[in-house]
C-alpha cells in the first residue's frame, strides 16, 4: 500500500472533457500505471481510478498523478491524500482519444467492482 499527498493543480481539462473529470497532482515516484485506489475527502475514504505516469494519447510526458473519484462531484481543496490500492494495467498510447475514453470507463467499472467486494 503507498500513500501519495500532494497539492492539486490546474490540468487541461481533457478528462471533464470526457466525462471524466479528474484532480491532478505532480508526482516524482516510481509508480506508473493504472490502479485502483482511494482518496480521502470530508473525513471519509472515497474510490478512485488513478493515471500514474506520462500520457502518451496525448504525447504528454509529463508524469502526472490524475484521479477520478467514483460518484463524487463536490469540492476537494488544494491538497489531498490518495492511497494506491490494485494495479489494473500498464499504461498504453491509444489510437485515439474515443479508444482512451472506452478503456476509462473499463477501467472504472472494475474500480467500482473492486469496491463493492
Do not use: H
Amino acid at each position: 500500500m503507498t500513500i501519495i499527498s500532494g497539492k492539486i493543480v490546474k490540468g487541461r481539462g481533457l478528462g471533464k472533457k470526457m466525462g471524466f473529470p479528474t484532480l491532478n497532482i505532480p508526482y516524482k515516484g516510481s509508480l506508473r500505471g493504472v490502479f485502483a485506489g482511494r482518496v480521502f475527502v470530508d473525513g471519509k475514504w472515497l474510490s478512485c481510478a488513478l493515471n500514474i505516469g506520462p500520457r502518451p494519447t496525448i504525447n504528454d510526458e509529463k508524469v502526472f498523478l490524475e484521479a477520478y473519484i467514483i460518484d463524487w462531484d463536490g469540492d476537494i481543496g488544494e491538497g489531498v491524500e490518495i492511497e494506491v490500492l490494485d494495479r489494473i494495467r500498464d499504461i498504453k498510447k491509444f489510437d485515439s482519444l474515443e479508444d482512451l475514453k472506452v478503456q476509462i470507463a473499463k477501467d472504472i467499472e472494475f474500480v467500482r467492482m473492486c469496491a463493492t467486494e
